[in-house]
């Protein structure tokens, strides 16, 4: 038989520390996005025109694919500080019913 042991206060400060490093990495990306799509072309020939066009695409590759890892990151963050929360509950009921 497998045991788990499990410190509420634990989980709780690790969701905090994980919703930081999320709204880090989100704002990280954020940035990045905007600085890949303002590229405008070096010349004005064909080949910049295109290689503006590639970027941009580029540009919004990499926003919507951070956009769905910054969702994907919030609901494990939603999930740890959920299970935090039931650790918690529980060991206050058994605490009521051990006294």
């Known amino acids: 038989m497998a045991f788990m042991s499990a410190v509420p206060e634990k ?3 690790a969701a ?3 919703q930081v490093t999320g709204d880090r ?3 990280s990306s954020a940035a990045a996005g905007q600085v890949t799509a303002s590229v405008v072309a070096p010349g004005g ?3 910049s025109a295109q290689v503006e066009a590639h970027l941009l695409r580029q540009a919004v590759s990499y926003i919507e694919v951070s956009d ?3 969702m994907i990151w919030g ?3 939603a999930r ?3 299970a935090a929360d039931q650790y918690s509950t529980t060991e206050i009921g058994n605490a009521r019913d051990m006294s």
Do not use: C, Q
């Open 75 to 77: 609901g494990f963050v």
């Open 25 to 27: 990495m989100a704002a």
């Open 68 to 70: 769905a890892a910054n």
């Open 16 to 18: 905090d520390v994980l």
């Open 11 to 13: 989980l709780k400060k």
């Open 45 to 47: 020939d064909e080949v």
């Open 80 to 82: 740890v500080s959920g």
